[in-house]
């Protein structure tokens, strides 16, 4: 798609200022292609330059990890923490810990952070950080002495007003635990709502492990919904076994559909009798194994070695692993065997070539900053249960995320509509998440 005359400048500047960071070109125009419109309707926005100060991040922290390995080997690491957009509240935002981190990720993932915050309705401004650490195949020790050299950096900068740091890729209940641990020690504060994704004993939120992949689904739900369709009977692949994708699972079985594939970096496990949930959840929870070994125990299922799970035929397709995993032909085939709908479980999984064919094919698609606004959604619900120092049960956050997420689709379905691309969700996930960030910084003035 080409851009808008009006942000063409906009977006060159942004090259230029950040060179090399293709992941968050690809982020940054993916929104500018959508502004034009606004621009026409607010032309104050494009006086007051929102669009170039929202391109540029309030504040980037970068720092020396140094941590000792089991064998007394000294190692060296970078952390990262991007505060990019404060308008609508305390910087929010999880860390990743994957050698492929550098700061052109933390930036795509952050800036996407602004929007898909806004969207969710609660007052939570935009962020991310990591770590190029990769957590795999570390011991339990390890991992713990990262997370702690991590946080002696990490602690000067957050904080329950300030910036709330969560898990993404590679950061889960695990590292979280680690990390409040050590933050409480620096601070000698018992500060609940300065790290989200916590462990329900010590002031975690019921439904935040579930939730990016609850969310998502439920935002399919309602993109079906409006097609007078549903998740009974469908078939999916959910790319990915983390997290988000185990999740996904659990919710797309309960609402009736069968998830037939799953996958890893090393391969695809097809189950067309559909995924044992126990399963999942024991290999990758707790064991922390690879999905082949998912074969040892359920025979009928296959092993793909380097396989590409999008081969797989499917009616609705999760991509639950990470950035730019459906390309342009991944896309084409998933339409050519009968893809009706794409939920975006992780942040920015689809290519701009292979958003462009799911939209001329009239694929339902949910974009990520949308579809997987659940996680973060939730992470605001943990955040509100610690500041009124309250915990919530199981149903009652699990209807909270339910509503955010039907509200989050009816605002992009709207703000869609409204700006002359009615059914395009990219559009209006873009939109309708920058209206809001937009008027708050016009009414902070310059700053
Ligand atoms: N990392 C998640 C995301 O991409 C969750 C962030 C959070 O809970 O703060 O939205």
């Known amino acids: 798609?080409?851009?808008?005359?009006?942000?063409?400048?906009?977006?060159?500047?942004?090259?230029?200022?950040?060179?090399?960071?293709?992941?968050?070109?690809?982020?940054?125009?993916?929104?500018?292609?959508?502004?034009?419109?606004?621009?026409?309707?607010?032309?104050?926005?494009?006086?007051?330059?929102?669009?170039?100060?929202?391109?540029?991040?309030?504040?980037?922290?970068?720092?020396?990890?140094?941590?000792?390995?089991?064998?007394?080997?000294?190692?060296?690491?970078?952390?990262?923490?991007?505060?990019?957009?404060?308008?609508?509240?305390?910087?929010?935002?999880?860390?990743?810990?994957?050698?492929?981190?550098?700061?052109?990720?933390?930036?795509?993932?952050?800036?996407?952070?602004?929007?898909?915050?806004?969207?969710?309705?609660?007052?939570?401004?935009?962020?991310?950080?990591?770590?190029?650490?990769?957590?795999?195949?570390?011991?339990?020790?390890?991992?713990?002495?990262?997370?702690?050299?991590?946080?002696?950096?990490?602690?000067?900068?957050?904080?329950?007003?300030?910036?709330?740091?969560?898990?993404?890729?590679?950061?889960?209940?695990?590292?979280?635990?680690?990390?409040?641990?050590?933050?409480?020690?620096?601070?000698?504060?018992?500060?609940?709502?300065?790290?989200?994704?916590?462990?329900?004993?010590?002031?975690?939120?019921?439904?935040?492990?579930?939730?990016?992949?609850?969310g998502c689904t439920y935002f399919v739900e309602e993109m079906l919904k409006a097609k007078g369709n549903g998740f009974m009977g469908k078939k999916a692949v959910v790319s990915g076994s983390g997290n988000v994708a185990i999740y996904t699972l659990e919710k797309i079985h309960q609402l009736g559909g069968k998830v037939v594939a799953m996958s890893d970096s090393h391969g695809v496990v097809v189950d067309e009798d559909g995924f044992n949930l126990e399963t999942v959840k024991q290999l990758k929870e707790v064991d922390r194994r690879r999905i082949k070994d998912y074969c040892d125990i359920h025979k009928q299922a296959k092993y793909i070695d380097g396989g590409n799970i999008w081969d797989v035929p499917c009616d609705v397709a999760m991509p639950s692993a990470t950035q730019n995993e459906i390309s342009g032909n991944d896309a084409r085939t998933l339409v050519k065997n009968g893809c009706i709908a794409v939920g975006e479980g992780a942040n920015m999984p689809t290519t701009p070539d292979g958003v462009q064919v799911f939209l001329a094919a009239g694929v339902l698609f949910g974009p990520g900053k949308a579809a997987n606004a659940g996680g973060v959604a939730t992470s605001a619900l943990e955040m509100q249960q610690n500041a009124g120092r309250d915990a919530w049960g199981f149903e009652e956050t699990d209807a909270k995320l339910h509503q955010i997420m039907k509200n989050v689709y009816q605002h992009c379905s709207d703000a869609a509509e409204e700006f002359g691309s009615p059914g395009n969700l990219v559009v209006g996930a873009n939109i309708g998440g920058f209206i809001k960030v937009a008027r708050a910084m016009i009414a902070h003035g310059l700053v």
């Open 1 to 214: 798609m080409a851009l808008p005359e009006r942000v063409q400048s906009i977006y060159q500047d942004v090259i230029k200022r950040n060179p090399g960071e293709a992941e968050f070109h690809q982020a940054v125009k993916e929104v500018l292609e959508c502004l034009g419109p606004v621009l026409v309707k607010y032309p104050e926005f494009a006086e007051a330059k929102v669009i170039e100060r929202i391109c540029e991040p309030e504040r980037q922290t970068i720092f020396r990890v140094p941590w000792q390995d089991d064998r007394g080997q000294v190692q060296i690491n970078r952390g990262f923490r991007v505060q990019f957009n404060s308008a609508l509240g305390p910087y929010k935002g999880g860390l990743r810990f994957h050698p492929s981190v550098y700061l052109g990720i933390i930036k795509f993932l952050g800036f996407e952070q602004i929007f898909k915050n806004s969207l969710t309705g609660l007052p939570i401004g935009g962020a991310k950080g990591g770590s190029d650490f990769d957590p795999k195949g570390k011991s339990d020790n390890e991992v713990m002495r990262f997370c702690q050299s991590f946080m002696i950096e990490l602690w000067r900068i957050i904080g329950e007003h300030t910036d709330v740091p969560a898990g993404d890729i590679g950061v889960g209940a695990r590292e979280i635990g680690f990390l409040f641990g050590q933050y409480k020690r620096l601070t000698s504060k018992f500060e609940a709502g300065v790290l989200t994704g916590k462990g329900l004993v010590y002031g975690g939120s019921q439904v935040r492990t579930e939730a990016t992949g609850y």
